[in-house]
């Protein structure tokens, strides 16, 4: 019973994860309509943003503030410099996402080399439940998930901006017509999208450890649960996040690890098949 509780928890707190790194790529995937192939370095520099600022003997809880606001401000100067000016061609933005994600990926492991660095939990210690032992810093993960999923969603629903969102997503045309500037919108939503994929990579950083391929996993699974859940909706996102995830953390209780993720693939491809449009299709963000 304690082992099927621990299970469930890391499970859980693997899911959450999923969730914050897919809530980035799939608001600028449903937004822009481009999949940005660099998010997953995004979450990279989220690592190692609170890497850098551990290492100079700064709390960690310092560096795992600043990694959001650090890799918006990569993303807003990447999406001003390159990205927006490719927005016409959907496929020539996406390639050039991936080319930007290699260079940034190159560049974490010239300052790093094949090192695999770790920080401390900033809650360390565990509580017993039932039994069981459940780390304070996953189930802080949880709860800063649920947090930032519920103000990311009151922010896209509830706001002027979120709305001004809504309308560039849904006709950018007639948003441009009625005043809306569509390209400010663009540069706020990729900026927003990189934060969050920071956020991610500053919190995981503490279990997965800091390496220069950490991003390449989280891309995948982002995509995948993009695909599963639907593109253009944020429950949609949530949903795909929340079933890769469960996914991606149970099955290797169960199978071989390179067999689990084949599996997950498979099992993705499968429901893509017969439900193309996601999971929650029609609902927009």
Known sequence: MDSAL????????????????????????????????????????????????????????????AAPFAVAAVG????????????????????????????IREGVRSL???RYLSVPEPIGGSLTVGGAQLSCWRLAIVIITTAVMLASYLLLTRTSFGLRVRAALENPSLARVSGISTNAIYAATFTFGAALGGLAGALIVPVFSLFADLG??????????????????????????????????????????????????????????????????????
């Not at 410099?81 to 996402?97: C, D, E, S």
């Not at 996102?237 to 693939?265: E, H, Q, T």
């Open 6 to 65: 621990n299970a469930t928890f890391e499970v859980l707190s693997f899911a959450a994860i999923v969730v914050l790194v897919v809530l980035g790529l799939g608001i600028i995937a449903g937004m822009m309509g481009i999949f940005n192939l660099a998010h997953g370095e995004f979450v990279l520099l989220g690592a190692y943003s609170t890497y850098l600022v551990y290492s100079l003997g700064l709390p960690v809880w310092l560096g795992m503030v």
């Open 76 to 103: 807003l100067v990447l999406e001003r410099l390159v990205i927006r000016r490719f927005y016409a061609v959907p496929v020539v933005a996406m390639l050039g996402t991936y080319a930007l994600g290699l260079i």
């Open 112 to 114: 790093i080399g094949g």
């Open 216 to 285: 390449i996993r989280f891309l995948i699974l982002g995509f995948l649960a993009i695909m599963v859940g639907g593109i253009g909706t944020f429950q949609g996102s949530v949903a795909g996040a929340g079933a890769v995830g469960v996914l991606s953390a149970a099955l290797p209780w169960a199978l071989p690890p390179v067999l689990a993720d084949v599996m997950i693939f498979v099992l993705a491809i499968v429901f893509v098949k017969f439900q193309p449009r996601g999971l929650i299709a029609g609902r927009r963000l």
